[in-house]
């Protein structure tokens, strides 16, 4: 007796210890399975601590700011693909476990498609393409069916969202403001004064990292008949795109994007678009997987998606693509949006403090922009930094003018017959801009790397000029 009333107290203690313990050890798994946030999100990004050897022969992990071109992969989203290679088999053709399996986990990626983007899925359907791309040109070919058919893009356009449909109908544009933003007014008065069938917009720039909101211009497309494709490879890794607007007319008829910027770099890429118009249309690619049943003289295509997916599909692309969904929705878009504009910020403060430096677009309200700032320096060629910063500080940036020639010509201030002048010139003696795009993963650190360096990187480009270029008006 004596002894049970001297345990039990020692009982309780040791199994209020042991519960304590447990659900410790119960919170730190519950830490590591809590999933990915934008602060510990850099640990899953693959290749960031690889060495590279540099343009000066030294050794350093590049720091990437140039993820509007394409993004890292993610860990986990190779993991993934790792994982159903295990059951891979061919996708909707064969007779096998691993055939089903895999068709079911590929068609299935369209409807978590669907739902990422905010689309009904009785009236939306998807297809697959290998990149933005890709996808316009899809479009561009199924839609439209004569040369005269009218479409309405804007001066702020990447190129693969204008030379399909220049090559494919006749091309009318919008201008852009003094700060290089749409213009609403000149996108209704082009509507209005034309008989417009499809205005393609981009919901985010890759110049400026401008938001456009495409809502609105929904309404306006669909006020005068005409339907709204949205190019969406800018947007959908960085901020959260529903292609339902407050209205049934704010909504979007057809949606683009590229999973290789949104970290599955696997050659995967979506278009969402309206299945009535799908139906009725069909891109100039044909062969296998589009058809029903095919005679000698006859063919009987299949319907949408199949009839815009020839040939086998991309599976790692795909399977990577859900993924990615899965990923980004965890992080989520409201923290993705408030740490790319506390790095834009922090980026732009610094500029301003270097001598001579250029910010293009509105560089006083970074309100509506993406993690993109594109610059200059009025005293020294832009080429040349760029290759100073890779070559000495495994800087990763990208010089040019981003396949948005026309835009970016606009924000330079410069008119079609000038730019001519440059048609035959080499890289460093036609003009550009220096990009800084930033990722998920990109840090305040790293901001602060690059603006540490960039007075000395001017400095080289200037000694690099004087001795190879001898530009005495260096072009920036
Ligand atoms: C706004 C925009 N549209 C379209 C594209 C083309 O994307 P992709 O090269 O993945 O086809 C890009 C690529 O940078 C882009 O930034």
């Known amino acids: 007796m004596k002894n049970r009333r001297k345990t039990l107290p020692l009982l309780i203690v040791m199994s209020m210890v042991f519960c304590m313990l447990s659900a410790c050890a119960q919170s730190t798994s519950s830490a590591e399975e809590s999933g990915y946030t934008i602060d510990n999100i850099r640990d899953y990004v693959v290749g960031l601590d690889t060495e590279m050897e540099l343009g000066n022969g030294g050794k350093k992990a590049v720091t990437n700011f140039d993820n509007a071109a394409t993004t890292p992969a993610l860990k986990p989203v190779m993991d993934e693909v790792n994982t159903q290679m295990e059951k891979y088999g061919s996708i909707g053709r064969g007779f096998s476990p691993k055939s089903d399996y895999s068709t079911d986990l590929y068609n299935n990626t369209r409807d978590k498609i669907l739902e990422f983007v905010g689309a009904d899925p009785e009236t939306y359907t998807v297809f697959y393409v290998s990149n933005t791309t890709d996808g316009l040109n899809k479009l561009a070919s199924a839609?439209?069916?004569?040369?005269?058919?009218?479409?309405?893009?804007?001066?702020?356009?990447?190129?693969?969202?204008?030379?399909?449909?220049?090559?494919?109908?006749?091309?009318?544009?919008?201008?852009?403001d003094d700060q290089g933003r749409v213009m609403y007014d000149e996108i209704e008065k082009q509507l209005k004064n034309n008989k417009v069938k499809y205005v393609s917009v981009t919901a985010a720039s890759n110049v400026t990292g401008y938001v456009t909101d495409v809502h609105r211009i929904a309404k306006l497309a669909h006020k005068y008949g005409a339907k709204i494709i949205v190019d969406g490879a800018q947007i959908v890794a960085h901020r959260k795109f529903s292609m339902l607007g407050e209205s049934k007319d704010e909504n979007i008829d057809f949606f683009v994007f590229s999973a290789h910027k949104m970290y599955a770099p696997y050659g995967g890429g979506a278009v969402v678009g309206l299945t009535d118009e799908l139906m009725s249309h069909m891109p100039k690619f044909y062969?296998?997987?589009?058809?029903?049943?095919?005679?000698?003289?006859?063919?009987?295509?299949?319907?949408?998606?199949?009839?815009?997916?020839?040939?086998?599909?991309?599976?790692?692309?795909?399977i990577s693509l859900g993924k990615a969904i899965d990923i980004l929705q965890e992080v989520g878009f409201d923290d993705i949006e408030k740490h790319e504009k506390a790095l834009n910020q922090r980026l732009v403060d610094g500029l301003k403090k270097i001598d001579n430096s250029i910010i293009y677009g509105d560089s006083e309200d970074l309100s509506d922009?993406?993690?993109?700032?594109?610059?200059?320096?009025?005293?020294?060629?832009?080429?040349?930094?760029?290759?100073?910063?890779?070559?000495?500080?495994?800087?990763?940036?990208?010089?040019?003018?981003?396949?948005?020639?026309?835009?970016?010509?606009?924000?330079?201030?410069?008119?079609?017959?000038?730019?001519?002048?440059?048609?035959?010139?080499?890289?460093v003696n036609t003009p550009g801009m220096i990009r800084v795009s930033f990722g998920i993963y990109n840090t305040e650190e790293e901001v602060d790397y690059l603006l540490k360096v960039l007075p000395e990187a001017i400095k080289q480009a200037k000694k690099t000029n004087e001795e190879n270029f001898g530009l005495a008006n260096p072009l920036y």
């Open 369 to 427: 922009r993406v993690g993109v700032i594109t610059f200059n320096f009025s005293d020294v060629n832009s080429h040349l930094v760029a290759e100073e910063l890779s070559n000495r500080y495994g800087i990763a940036t990208r010089r040019g003018a981003f396949c948005a020639n026309p835009y970016v010509w606009r924000l330079y201030g410069l008119s079609d017959e000038e730019v001519r002048n440059f048609a035959e010139c080499s890289d």
């Open 143 to 176: 839609l439209i069916e004569k040369k005269s058919d009218v479409v309405l893009t804007t001066r702020i356009e990447h190129h693969s969202n204008d030379l399909p449909w220049r090559e494919a109908g006749t091309v009318i544009y919008a201008e852009v």
């Open 287 to 318: 062969g296998g997987g589009t058809i029903h049943i095919v005679g000698d003289e006859w063919v009987e295509y299949a319907e949408a998606p199949k009839s815009y997916e020839a040939g086998s599909p991309n599976y790692p692309g795909v």
